[in-house]
């Protein structure tokens, strides 16, 4: 693969892989070294990438592959205070504290997620990647994509709608008594 080559077929990936390497690693300036360290990678690895089939694939796993290795490392170093960790952590105040909240609810609900819903809804509606794209990461066809798109939204309508109209029926219920 020549230099042009590289630079037209692997260095555009790097603007899609940033949103989801922030969302796992959770810090501008790893996610920044991350993906400047996998171009890097990726260029010391050019001959071999002419002889992939998939390279966008490829390329989406490796990704998060070194980013969950970077966690790892990152993790037996440092632990949380309350030994968990946290995903999709909004920065205090860059929005009010109701649009954080139900913000976190979604993201909570997503997590409860089977896997392939997961995976389906954070590539589409997190990550933004176009159908076509989802289809070449995950093998599966454009139309089941769609259906398992559509029943994960549902699910995590039904599951955000259920804590606040339990929510809303006990404010009711205390206005009452």
């Not at 996998?38 to 071999?48: D, G, P, S």
């Not at 997590?111 to 176009?130: N, Q, S």
Request: net charge positive.
């Amino acid at each position: 693969m020549t230099e042009d080559e590289f630079k037209n077929s692997v260095l555009p990936y790097s603007r899609k892989l940033y949103p989801m390497l922030k969302r796992i690693l959770k810090n501008e300036e790893e996610t920044r070294d991350a993906v400047q360290e996998l171009m890097v990678k990726f260029w010391a690895k050019r001959h071999e990438l002419v002889k992939c089939h998939n390279l966008q694939g490829y390329i989406v796993a490796a990704a998060k592959n070194y980013s969950f290795d970077l966690l790892k490392r990152k993790r037996i170093v440092n632990f949380s205070e309350n030994g968990e960790q946290q995903f999709y952590q909004i920065e205090a105040g860059e929005v009010n504290p109701d649009l954080r909240e139900k913000y976190e609810q979604v993201h909570h609900a997503i997590e409860k997620l089977p896997e392939k819903y997961r995976e389906i809804i954070r590539l589409r509606d997190i990550d933004g990647f176009a159908y076509v794209e989802i289809k070449e990461m995950t093998g599966i066809e454009e139309p089941h994509i769609r259906v398992i798109l559509s029943r994960a939204r549902q699910k995590v309508k039904e599951e955000v709608e259920k804590i606040y109209n339990y929510e809303d029926k006990r404010q009711f219920a205390g206005k009452i008594l």
